[in-house]
C-alpha cells in the first residue's frame, strides 16, 4: 500500500524551540511538496523538489524555515526558531510526472507552538 | 492574490441529492484542475482531476464540468451520501506535477 509518510503526527513545542518534520514519499515519486493549512489562510505551498532539487520555496519564510531532501526517500522540514503563528498542519505530498497521476498527500503533521 | 475563488464555503445536502461546488481560477496557463477530498484528521486525497482539452469528465458519482471560455469549473456528486461528507478542495496547476494552487474549500454535509 504506496503512501507518504510523515513524522511526527502531532508536535507540541516551546517557543523558540528548533522543530524537524520528516516526509517518506512515495517509493519512486520524484516531486516533493511541503504544503500548511491553516484555518486562515487554507492550503499554501511552502516548499517544492524534482528529482531532490529545491525549485520553488518563494512561500517559505527564510529567515526561520529550511527544507532539504538528503535523499530520495527522505525530505525534511525544519523551523528555527519556532513562533506561535507556525501553529498549523504540514502536509508533505509527493508525485511522478510521468505517471499523470497528480500529488498523493501525506496525513500530515499537527504542530502547535505554546 | 487569490488565483482560485471557491464556493460555497459550506453547503448542506439531503442524502440522494446532487452536491455541487463552483471554482475560478485567473491564471490562464493554469492547465491541470484536480478536486481534493479531506476528512478531519487526514490529508487531502486526490478525487478527479481535469485538463482544459475536455468539458467533462465522470468517475462514479463524481463529475467535473469545465468551462474554458468563463475560466471556471465545478464538481458535481450525484446521488450525495453522509460517506461524502467532508471537506472538498479545488485546486489548479500549470502542469501536472507542479504546485498547486488551492481554493479555501468547501465543507459538505450530507443528511439523511
Known amino acids: 500500500d504506496a503512501r507518504v509518510t510523515q513524522t511526527p503526527r502531532d508536535k507540541v513545542t516551546e517557543m523558540g524551540q528548533e522543530v524537524t518534520m520528516r516526509c517518506q514519499p512515495i517509493?519512486?515519486?520524484?516531486?516533493v511538496f511541503w504544503y500548511r493549512q491553516t484555518m486562515k489562510q487554507g492550503l499554501e505551498l511552502l516548499a517544492y523538489?524534482?528529482?531532490?532539487?529545491?525549485?520553488?520555496d518563494s512561500g517559505m519564510p527564510k529567515d526561520r524555515f529550511s527544507a532539504e531532501m538528503p535523499d530520495a526517500t527522505l525530505a525534511t522540514l525544519k523551523i528555527q526558531p519556532s513562533e506561535p503563528r507556525d501553529s498549523a498542519v504540514y502536509f508533505c505530498?509527493?508525485?511522478?510526472?510521468?505517471?499523470?497521476?497528480?500529488?498523493?498527500f501525506g496525513q500530515g503533521t499537527r504542530l502547535t507552538v505554546v | 492574490q487569490q488565483q482560485v475563488k471557491q464556493s460555497p464555503q459550506s453547503l448542506i445536502v439531503q442524502k440522494g441529492g446532487i452536491s455541487i461546488i463552483n471554482c475560478a481560477y485567473e491564471?490562464?496557463?493554469?492547465?491541470?484542475f484536480p478536486w481534493y477530498q479531506q476528512f478531519p484528521g487526514k490529508g487531502p486525497a486526490l478525487l478527479i482531476a481535469?485538463?482544459?482539452?475536455?468539458s467533462e469528465k465522470k468517475e462514479g458519482r463524481f463529475t467535473i464540468s469545465f468551462n474554458k471560455s468563463a475560466k471556471q469549473f465545478s464538481l458535481h456528486i450525484m446521488d450525495s451520501q453522509p460517506g461524502d461528507s467532508a471537506t472538498y478542495f479545488c485546486a489548479a496547476s500549470i502542469e501536472i506535477d507542479t504546485p498547486l494552487v488551492f481554493g479555501k474549500g468547501t465543507r459538505l454535509s450530507v443528511i439523511a
Open positions: 491564471n490562464t496557463a493554469f492547465d491541470y
Open positions: 481535469i485538463r482544459p482539452d475536455v
Open positions: 523538489f524534482r528529482n531532490r532539487a529545491p525549485l520553488d
Open positions: 505530498a509527493s508525485g511522478l510526472a510521468d505517471r499523470g497521476q497528480g500529488a498523493f
Open positions: 517509493l519512486g515519486h520524484n516531486t
